[in-house]
């Protein structure tokens, strides 16, 4: 298959994603969903200039970036769209799939002129700059490298309908919650703790494992106790060794693993505190109203789904670096919302879509040859599929729509194998 096959099925394959997410949207949103999603993967940018230029109209470049900037401004845009990738990637999640709750920040310490500005903190280089946060979901197996991306939003505190970060949370939260129904284990770090949250997902009756802060009180044997002297007392029970695995190579950890039955003070629930040495200096503390037994089996469980953080991480990378996202360069803070809504949208496309059939598992097969690694592709492959994505649509001269006819008469995706 030459390459100007591969891109046009690309091109088919990305305008049938657009149409899941426009669905019941007016045409000319799917017509713009498309070319948004296409330029976002051909230059692996989300500035608007970037997207205008790949898709190579027979026009003035000003008036392409102008009519973007227009249908960016769409009122709802990000809500409908985020709920449609919720949809697609719910199918996904499973009764034990573990949905990663994760606050990060898109950085913008240079700008001035952009609405809302406010005070994040620079995740990267460990400071206080200007910027803006973002909540994520992310489903993830245990013993799987795939992950599925099901929700981003981005929000600042100065922004007047800005409640609070909880709220932010939750709103993230209850969105995915109303797809996936009782499915999935709900995962979040220090932070998640907070009684705003804890109560919150008891009520909801999902299942969770947190990471708890020493400073937290929890009830044992009927008296209110720390967290932090419940562990220092806790009896380790198993051994285990568990291995991190980056770029930079492998760490090793030999932890021991404990616990103790816990409740919340004034609730009735029962949770298990789940105690981790040889992780840091300190104890790690987990969280979980899982049914947590005396065996190896069960207290590794809680453990494992806890550290799949490690590699949503690289995921929260992939996001920003391939697309660039810490370069978006629009004002408006309801376009702003707009554009990561779509970046997320594109995450979604590269690491759950194209592996979707053995028919679109080849296509993937074909992007990853074209990214020319030197290499041999890690496990968390999504940096290499992007680059072949990118290497196939940016080699396509045709303007885009130039070619929609032709893609649009192999729905079936025949490639050969």
């Known amino acids: 298959m030459n390459r100007s096959q591969v891109a046009n099925k690309l091109k088919a394959q990305i305008q049938e994603f657009s149409g899941k997410l426009c669905k019941g949207l007016p045409k000319v949103v799917g017509r713009f969903m498309e070319e948004m999603l296409y330029g976002i993967l051909c230059r692996q940018s989300v500035r608007v200039a970037e997207v205008a230029r790949a898709l190579n109209e027979r026009i003035r470049l000003i008036k392409t970036v102008n009519r973007l900037c227009r249908q960016l401004g769409r009122k709802g845009l990000a809500e409908r769209i985020t709920n449609h990738v919720i949809e697609q990637g719910a199918y996904h999640v499973k009764r034990d799939t573990l949905l990663i709750i994760d606050t990060s920040d898109v950085t913008k310490k240079y700008a001035k002129k952009m609405e809302y500005l406010a005070e994040v903190r620079d995740g990267s280089e460990k400071t206080l700059s200007r910027g803006y946060w973002t909540v994520r979901v992310i489903g993830a197996e245990l013993d799987e490298v ?29 969105s995915v919650r109303g797809e996936v129904d009782h499915r999935g284990i709900w995962v979040m770090d220090r932070g998640g703790d907070r009684g705003k949250l804890l109560v919150p997902f008891l009520d909801r009756g999902m299942g969770f494992v947190i990471r708890l802060k020493g400073d937290r009180h929890l009830v044992y044997r009927g008296r209110k106790v720390l967290a932090v002297d419940l562990a220092a007392s806790c009896p380790m029970l198993y051994r285990e060794r568990i291995i991190k ?53 069960s207290l590794v469980f809680v453990v494992l789904s806890y550290l799949r953080r490690w590699q949503i991480e ?61 290499f041999l592709i890690p496990n968390f492959r999504y940096y290499a599929l992007a680059d072949g994505i990118k290497a196939f649509l940016e080699g396509s001269e045709t303007p885009f729509r130039a070619g929609k006819a032709q893609a649009r008469a192999d729905p079936q995706l025949m490639l050969p194998i």
């Open 245 to 297: 695995e980056d770029t930079s190579g492998e760490k090793v950890y030999d932890v021991e693993v404990g616990f103790r039955r816990v409740r919340l003070p004034g609730r009735s629930e029962p949770l298990a505190l789940v105690v981790v040495r040889g992780l840091g200096a300190r104890p790690t503390m987990i969280l979980t109203n899982l049914a947590v037994v005396k065996s190896r089996k």
């Open 314 to 374: 690289e995921t929260i990378r992939f996001a920003k670096q391939a697309f660039q996202v810490e370069d978006i360069r629009i004002r408006k803070y309801d376009r702003l919302q707009n554009m990561i809504a779509i970046a997320a949208a594109a995450v979604h496309f590269v690491a759950v879509w194209l592996g979707e059939g053995l028919k679109l598992g080849i296509l993937a097969h074909h992007a990853l040859k074209a990214s020319k690694r030197l």
């Open 146 to 174: 795939k992950i599925v991306p099901l929700y981003e939003h981005l929000y600042s505190q100065n922004a007047p309908d800005f409640d609070s970060e909880n709220e932010e949370i939750l709103k993230g939260v209850d």
